[in-house]
Nanobody, 126 residues
């Protein structure tokens, strides 16, 4: 059974940091791009960041660029999201997902992702 499990969410004050993890099981995801999306209450799910199967290729939304850093450890089948300088508007449920495509233009579109985790709540207080 293929599973993606996020962890590391929590409550943090504005300006603080959190590190999210996404552990995959059931098969190797080393050939997939991995993405992070988030969804705030009453809002659409939005793209945050993606990392291609070659870790040098990363893609960030403008809202998190310079504050968030994505990385992956294919040996551990795990993807990480380091979030610094957090703002109240970063409050959301964060989801990781896998994308088998080689076309980076697809990485911004949630509909192109194949497997999804259950999400982890991140709350940033002001």
């Amino acid at each position: 059974q293929v599973q993606l499990v996020e962890s590391g969410g929590g409550l943090v004050q504005a300006g603080g940091s959190l590190r999210l993890s996404c552990a995959a099981s059931g098969r190797s995801f080393s050939d997939d791009a991995m993405g992070w999306f988030r969804q705030a209450p009453g809002k659409e799910r939005e793209f945050v960041v993606a990392i291609a199967r070659i870790s040098a290729n990363t893609y960030y939304s403008d809202s998190v660029k310079g504050r968030f850093t994505v990385s992956r450890d294919n040996a551990k089948n795990t993807v990480y999201l380091q979030m610094n300088s957090l703002k109240p508007e970063d409050t959301a449920i964060y989801y990781c997902a896998s994308n088998p495509s080689r076309y980076d233009a697809y990485y911004y579109n949630a509909a192109t992702y194949e497997y999804w985790g259950q999400g982890t709540q991140v709350t940033v207080s002001s």
